[in-house]
Nanobody, 116 residues
Framework: QVHLVESGGGLVQPGGSLRLSCAAS????????MGWFRQGPGKERELVAT???????NYADSVKGRFTISRDIAKNTVYLQMNSLKPEDTAVYYC??????????WGQGTQVTVSS
């Protein structure tokens, strides 16, 4: 069993920064990628950023140049550094793990609110 716990969300002003963390318990078998999704009010969940088991990263166009995804393999932790935050970044951010043979795992979500 794999459990994902996110942290680091909060309230920030436009232009501010936050760093989200997602810690995964135990061993993850047949890992394809880890990453972050978000869901704003009244919107569908969307991909924000991913990093594959080989270290290849992918970002949504809306966050390119502002967000950076990274990982600490030894700690089973993935991070999302968010800079130059905008009000439209306001959402619940969910950690995500995609495996080849055991499907996907999701965290409980952490709220990010960008407002003046």
């Amino acid at each position: 069993q794999v459990h994902l716990v996110e942290s680091g969300g909060g309230l920030v002003q436009p232009g501010g920064s936050l760093r989200l963390s997602c810690a995964a318990s135990g061993s993850i078998f047949s890992l394809i990628s880890m990453g972050w999704f978000r869901q704003g009010p009244g919107k569908e969940r969307e991909l924000v950023a991913t990093i594959t088991s080989g270290g290849v990263t992918n970002y949504a166009d809306s966050v390119k140049g502002r967000f950076t995804i990274s990982r600490d393999i030894a700690k089973n932790t993935v991070y999302l550094q968010m800079n130059s935050l905008k009000p439209e970044d306001t959402a619940v951010y969910y950690c995500h793990v995609q495996t080849l043979r055991r499907g996907a795992y999701w965290g409980q979500g952490t709220q990010v609110t960008v407002s003046s």
